[in-house]
Antibody, heavy 118, light 107 residues
Framework: EVQLVESGGGLVQPGGSLRLSCAAS????????MNWVRQAPGKGLEWVSY????????YYADSVKGRFTISRDNAKNSLYLQMNSLRDEDTAVYYC???????????WGQGTLVTVSS | AIRMTQSPSSFSASTGDRVTITCRAS??????LAWYQQKPGKAPKLLIY???TLQSGVPSRFSGSGSGTDFTLTISCLQSEDFATYYC?????????FGQGTKVEIK
Protein backbone atom coordinates (compact mmCIF):
# COMPACT_ATOMS: atom_id res chain seq x y z
CA GLU A 1 0.00 0.00 0.00
CA VAL A 2 1.36 3.40 -0.99
CA GLN A 3 1.80 5.69 2.01
CA LEU A 4 3.03 9.26 2.17
CA VAL A 5 3.40 10.75 5.66
CA GLU A 6 4.26 14.42 6.08
CA SER A 7 5.76 15.99 9.18
CA GLY A 8 7.40 19.22 10.28
CA GLY A 9 4.51 21.64 10.13
CA GLY A 10 3.75 24.12 12.86
CA LEU A 11 3.53 27.76 13.86
CA VAL A 12 6.31 30.07 12.66
CA GLN A 13 6.71 33.83 12.63
CA PRO A 14 6.88 35.82 9.39
CA GLY A 15 10.41 35.72 8.04
CA GLY A 16 11.09 32.42 9.75
CA SER A 17 12.02 29.01 8.37
CA LEU A 18 10.59 25.51 8.49
CA ARG A 19 11.55 22.17 6.96
CA LEU A 20 8.87 19.72 5.92
CA SER A 21 9.53 16.03 5.47
CA CYS A 22 7.59 13.28 3.71
CA ALA A 23 8.25 9.61 4.42
CA ALA A 24 7.27 7.33 1.55
CA SER A 25 6.55 3.61 1.66
CA UNK A 26 4.79 0.92 -0.32
CA UNK A 27 6.43 1.71 -3.67
CA UNK A 28 9.87 2.17 -5.24
CA UNK A 29 10.41 5.78 -4.23
CA UNK A 30 13.48 6.26 -6.41
CA UNK A 31 11.42 5.56 -9.54
CA UNK A 32 8.90 8.36 -9.09
CA UNK A 33 8.89 12.11 -9.38
CA MET A 34 7.40 13.93 -6.40
CA ASN A 35 5.63 17.18 -5.71
CA TRP A 36 4.49 19.48 -2.93
CA VAL A 37 0.98 20.93 -3.24
CA ARG A 38 -0.57 23.31 -0.72
CA GLN A 39 -4.03 24.47 0.25
CA ALA A 40 -4.66 27.67 2.19
CA PRO A 41 -7.53 27.50 4.70
CA GLY A 42 -10.85 27.43 2.85
CA LYS A 43 -9.12 27.83 -0.52
CA GLY A 44 -8.24 25.70 -3.52
CA LEU A 45 -5.18 23.64 -4.38
CA GLU A 46 -1.88 25.23 -5.43
CA TRP A 47 1.06 23.29 -6.83
CA VAL A 48 4.31 24.36 -5.11
CA SER A 49 7.26 22.36 -6.38
CA TYR A 50 8.38 19.32 -8.42
CA UNK A 51 11.47 17.10 -8.25
CA UNK A 52 12.31 14.33 -10.68
CA UNK A 53 13.20 10.83 -9.53
CA UNK A 54 16.95 11.48 -9.75
CA UNK A 55 16.72 15.12 -8.55
CA UNK A 56 18.05 16.24 -11.93
CA UNK A 57 15.00 18.41 -12.70
CA UNK A 58 13.35 20.78 -10.24
CA TYR A 59 10.57 23.33 -10.72
CA TYR A 60 8.96 25.88 -8.41
CA ALA A 61 5.84 27.98 -8.48
CA ASP A 62 6.62 31.67 -8.95
CA SER A 63 5.09 32.36 -5.54
CA VAL A 64 7.84 30.40 -3.73
CA LYS A 65 10.79 30.64 -6.12
CA GLY A 66 13.94 31.78 -4.33
CA ARG A 67 12.47 31.04 -0.88
CA PHE A 68 11.66 27.31 -0.94
CA THR A 69 13.98 24.40 -1.79
CA ILE A 70 12.80 20.91 -2.64
CA SER A 71 15.07 17.90 -2.19
CA ARG A 72 14.91 14.15 -1.75
CA ASP A 73 16.95 11.29 -0.32
CA ASN A 74 16.18 8.12 -2.25
CA ALA A 75 18.20 6.02 0.22
CA LYS A 76 15.86 7.16 2.99
CA ASN A 77 12.67 7.18 0.86
CA SER A 78 12.13 10.78 1.89
CA LEU A 79 11.09 14.06 0.32
CA TYR A 80 11.80 17.48 1.84
CA LEU A 81 10.75 21.09 1.51
CA GLN A 82 12.95 23.76 3.07
CA MET A 83 10.89 26.92 3.48
CA ASN A 84 12.67 30.22 4.22
CA SER A 85 11.50 33.83 4.46
CA LEU A 86 7.99 32.64 5.24
CA ARG A 87 5.07 35.00 4.69
CA ASP A 88 1.51 35.12 6.00
CA GLU A 89 0.28 33.90 2.62
CA ASP A 90 2.31 30.69 2.95
CA THR A 91 -0.12 29.53 5.64
CA ALA A 92 -1.61 26.31 4.31
CA VAL A 93 -1.83 22.56 4.55
CA TYR A 94 1.13 21.17 2.62
CA TYR A 95 0.65 17.86 0.83
CA CYS A 96 3.35 15.50 -0.36
CA UNK A 97 2.15 14.11 -3.70
CA UNK A 98 3.43 11.37 -5.96
CA UNK A 99 3.15 12.42 -9.56
CA UNK A 100 3.71 11.17 -13.06
CA UNK A 101 3.40 12.37 -16.63
CA UNK A 102 0.79 9.64 -17.07
CA UNK A 103 -1.63 10.39 -14.24
CA UNK A 104 -0.91 13.71 -12.63
CA UNK A 105 -0.96 13.16 -8.85
CA UNK A 106 -1.99 9.59 -8.06
CA UNK A 107 -1.27 9.53 -4.32
CA TRP A 108 -1.43 12.23 -1.67
CA GLY A 109 -0.24 12.36 1.91
CA GLN A 110 -2.56 13.45 4.71
CA GLY A 111 -1.00 16.91 4.82
CA THR A 112 0.81 18.98 7.43
CA LEU A 113 -0.37 22.43 8.52
CA VAL A 114 2.00 25.39 8.35
CA THR A 115 0.82 28.55 10.07
CA VAL A 116 2.78 31.76 9.55
CA SER A 117 1.74 34.35 12.11
CA SER A 118 3.19 36.73 14.65
CA ALA B 1 0.99 29.64 -16.59
CA ILE B 2 -2.02 27.76 -17.98
CA ARG B 3 -5.24 28.92 -16.35
CA MET B 4 -7.93 26.36 -15.51
CA THR B 5 -11.51 27.59 -15.12
CA GLN B 6 -14.22 25.37 -13.67
CA SER B 7 -17.95 25.92 -13.79
CA PRO B 8 -20.07 26.12 -11.86
CA SER B 9 -18.30 27.07 -8.62
CA SER B 10 -21.00 25.33 -6.61
CA PHE B 11 -24.43 23.85 -6.99
CA SER B 12 -27.03 21.81 -5.16
CA ALA B 13 -28.19 18.41 -6.35
CA SER B 14 -30.17 15.42 -5.14
CA THR B 15 -29.16 11.80 -4.76
CA GLY B 16 -29.76 10.06 -8.07
CA ASP B 17 -29.17 13.17 -10.20
CA ARG B 18 -26.86 13.20 -13.19
CA VAL B 19 -24.38 16.04 -12.75
CA THR B 20 -21.77 17.57 -15.03
CA ILE B 21 -18.85 19.84 -14.15
CA THR B 22 -16.88 21.62 -16.85
CA CYS B 23 -13.25 22.70 -16.95
CA ARG B 24 -11.65 24.95 -19.54
CA ALA B 25 -7.94 25.45 -20.09
CA SER B 26 -6.55 28.79 -21.28
CA UNK B 27 -4.50 26.94 -23.92
CA UNK B 28 -4.47 23.44 -25.36
CA UNK B 29 -3.34 20.71 -22.97
CA UNK B 30 -4.06 17.65 -25.13
CA UNK B 31 -5.45 15.08 -22.66
CA UNK B 32 -3.19 15.93 -19.72
CA LEU B 33 -6.14 16.55 -17.43
CA ALA B 34 -7.01 14.98 -14.08
CA TRP B 35 -10.05 15.21 -11.83
CA TYR B 36 -9.88 14.98 -8.04
CA GLN B 37 -12.48 14.69 -5.29
CA GLN B 38 -11.88 16.28 -1.91
CA LYS B 39 -13.94 15.95 1.25
CA PRO B 40 -13.58 18.32 4.23
CA GLY B 41 -10.40 17.74 6.22
CA LYS B 42 -9.14 15.09 3.81
CA ALA B 43 -6.55 14.93 1.06
CA PRO B 44 -7.74 15.00 -2.54
CA LYS B 45 -8.37 11.67 -4.27
CA LEU B 46 -7.63 11.00 -7.92
CA LEU B 47 -10.76 10.07 -9.86
CA ILE B 48 -9.81 10.39 -13.53
CA TYR B 49 -6.56 10.95 -15.40
CA UNK B 50 -5.69 11.46 -19.05
CA UNK B 51 -9.06 13.22 -19.32
CA UNK B 52 -11.11 10.03 -19.48
CA THR B 53 -9.30 7.13 -17.75
CA LEU B 54 -10.91 5.99 -14.52
CA GLN B 55 -8.44 5.50 -11.67
CA SER B 56 -8.46 1.98 -10.21
CA GLY B 57 -11.12 1.54 -7.54
CA VAL B 58 -13.20 4.56 -8.57
CA PRO B 59 -16.89 3.76 -9.20
CA SER B 60 -17.98 3.62 -12.83
CA ARG B 61 -20.64 6.30 -12.28
CA PHE B 62 -17.75 8.77 -12.67
CA SER B 63 -16.64 9.56 -16.21
CA GLY B 64 -14.56 12.18 -17.95
CA SER B 65 -14.32 13.49 -21.48
CA GLY B 66 -12.67 16.15 -23.59
CA SER B 67 -9.34 17.12 -25.05
CA GLY B 68 -7.56 20.30 -26.01
CA THR B 69 -9.16 23.04 -23.94
CA ASP B 70 -12.62 21.78 -22.90
CA PHE B 71 -13.29 18.96 -20.46
CA THR B 72 -16.16 17.54 -18.45
CA LEU B 73 -16.62 15.36 -15.38
CA THR B 74 -19.94 13.53 -15.19
CA ILE B 75 -21.44 11.66 -12.26
CA SER B 76 -24.20 9.53 -13.74
CA CYS B 77 -26.19 8.86 -10.56
CA LEU B 78 -25.17 10.97 -7.60
CA GLN B 79 -24.68 9.07 -4.34
CA SER B 80 -24.55 10.46 -0.80
CA GLU B 81 -20.81 9.90 -0.62
CA ASP B 82 -20.27 12.04 -3.74
CA PHE B 83 -21.10 15.33 -2.01
CA ALA B 84 -17.68 16.95 -2.03
CA THR B 85 -15.53 19.48 -3.86
CA TYR B 86 -14.11 18.54 -7.26
CA TYR B 87 -10.98 19.96 -8.87
CA CYS B 88 -9.58 19.67 -12.38
CA UNK B 89 -5.83 19.92 -12.93
CA UNK B 90 -3.60 20.22 -15.97
CA UNK B 91 -0.31 18.36 -15.97
CA UNK B 92 0.63 19.28 -19.54
CA UNK B 93 3.33 21.64 -18.33
CA UNK B 94 4.86 22.95 -15.15
CA UNK B 95 3.64 24.97 -13.32
CA UNK B 96 0.84 22.47 -12.81
CA UNK B 97 -2.40 24.35 -12.25
CA PHE B 98 -5.75 23.50 -10.70
CA GLY B 99 -9.23 24.80 -11.30
CA GLN B 100 -10.79 26.78 -8.48
CA GLY B 101 -13.02 23.86 -7.46
CA THR B 102 -16.70 22.95 -7.73
CA LYS B 103 -18.59 22.23 -4.51
CA VAL B 104 -21.47 19.78 -4.88
CA GLU B 105 -23.97 20.23 -2.06
CA ILE B 106 -27.09 18.39 -1.03
CA LYS B 107 -30.35 19.96 -2.21
Amino acid sequence: EVQLVESGGGLVQPGGSLRLSCAASGFTFSSYSMNWVRQAPGKGLEWVSYISSSSSTIYYADSVKGRFTISRDNAKNSLYLQMNSLRDEDTAVYYCARGSRRTGVDYWGQGTLVTVSS
Amino acid sequence: AIRMTQSPSSFSASTGDRVTITCRASQGISSYLAWYQQKPGKAPKLLIYAASTLQSGVPSRFSGSGSGTDFTLTISCLQSEDFATYYCQQYYSYSWTFGQGTKVEIK
